[in-house]
């Protein structure tokens, strides 16, 4: 009579908590892995209603210093900001200074400044961070994922080959995304040495 192995006793199911659902686990969709969201998601740093006097963080950030607010550049119209939540490294946001929500009530003036610092946060970010890619957008509304849907902002977002947990096919990639190189006497926080602000020609 043969002897038989004992059975190994099965590894009880792992149950997630309420901030680890879905959290690291692998699938096909090559999700970006950003867990310091979760505060922004939880509310924090949000305002407390859609006028520019409750709490806009928009509204806020050009009355502090740079190096307090993370603006990397001031135009006369918009300025960029990294944006405190990233989804990457060197993620920036490109807000008009004035509190509106659509893109449509943006000036002819506002509109231009708008276009030209995001093309100047672009090749910042290629120059100090040697991104790839990069994804751009403005979610317009709530409904479209604005998270402060009363103040339009437009989101850069560095992009580098594997920057995600997993790459197409759900194998676990080797490296994480390279972190934004930083100039030595720059703050940390701080991108350089590419300035977002127009140079003089």
Known sequence: MPTQEPEEPATPPVTPG??????????????????????????????????????????????????????????????????????????????????????????QEETAEFSEFTGHAIRALRQASGAQGFNIGINLGSVAGAGIAAHLHQHVVPRWGGDTKLHAGGRPHPRPAPAPRRHPQTPSHRLAPAPLAPQPH
Not at 36 to 49: C, D, F, L, T, V
Not at 65 to 75: N, P, Q
Not at 79 to 99: E, F, K, Q, T, W
């Open 18 to 107: 309420p901030d680890q659902v879905f959290a690291g686990v692998p699938d096909a969709f090559g999700r970006l892995w950003t867990p310091h969201r979760m505060a922004y998601i939880k509310g924090e740093g949000k305002p407390s209603g859609p006028g520019e006097d409750e709490g806009c963080p928009f509204c806020r950030a050009p009355t502090l210093s740079d190096e307090e607010a993370l603006i990397v550049a001031r135009g006369a119209r918009v300025y960029a900001v990294l944006n405190l939540y990233p989804y990457n490294g060197g993620h920036v946001l490109i807000c008009p200074y004035r509190h509106l929500a659509d893109y449509t009530e943006l000036t």
